[in-house]
């Protein structure tokens, strides 16, 4: 089993922030990468959505509704995870790395627990700068055995 390495990362506009080192690391390791985009919500229901679903609500089908406002919001999901693994194969075009790359909505701790379970060979964690002041790293030192590394900004030379 060829060992792994976790990006985890939020969904803002600096998401990739770190995946250059990752992507160096892997290299030097011979490993492949699993990257994580956490969301904490679901994307937000377009008015036009939203009107059909108030629409089939009042016709009393409040399952249809539901159903179409959930489809609504995947599709959006589907299309940031699109384009972000569009985004991490230009970077590792040559590098001889596997990736993998999913978007999930929730809590980060408990989507990295996941995943941990889901993919054995993950070895180390290498969190995105973006992470550092929305996560509770002493619950995730608490609950998770794997070495985790926060990759931080470089200080500017002055």
């Not at 489809?71 to 972000?84: C, F, H, I, P, Y």
């Not at 194969?89 to 596997?98: H, L, Y």
Request: overall charge positive; hydrophobic content about 40%; proline content about 3%.
């Amino acid at each position: 089993m060829k060992e792994e390495l976790l990006f985890v990362t939020k969904d803002t506009d600096e998401w990739d922030e770190g995946f250059s080192y990752v992507l160096e690391l892997a290299q030097t390791l011979k490993a492949g990468i699993a990257v994580l985009m956490v969301t904490d919500r679901q994307p937000k229901n377009t008015y036009e959505e939203m009107m059909i679903a108030v629409a089939l609500a009042e016709g009393g089908s409040p399952d249809m509704a539901r159903n179409h406002l959930l489809t609504g919001q995947n599709k959006r999901l589907k299309a940031v995870e699109s384009k972000n693994v569009r985004k991490l194969s230009e970077k590792c075009v040559g590098s001889a790395v596997d990736f993998i790359c999913e978007v999930r909505v929730g809590d980060t701790i408990s989507l990295i627990k996941e995943l941990l379970k889901k993919r054995p060979a993950i070895s180390m964690i290498l969190l995105s700068h973006s992470l550092s002041r929305v996560l509770d790293k002493g619950k995730m030192i608490k609950d998770i055995t794997k070495p985790i590394v926060l990759i931080t900004r470089q200080g500017k030379e002055g």
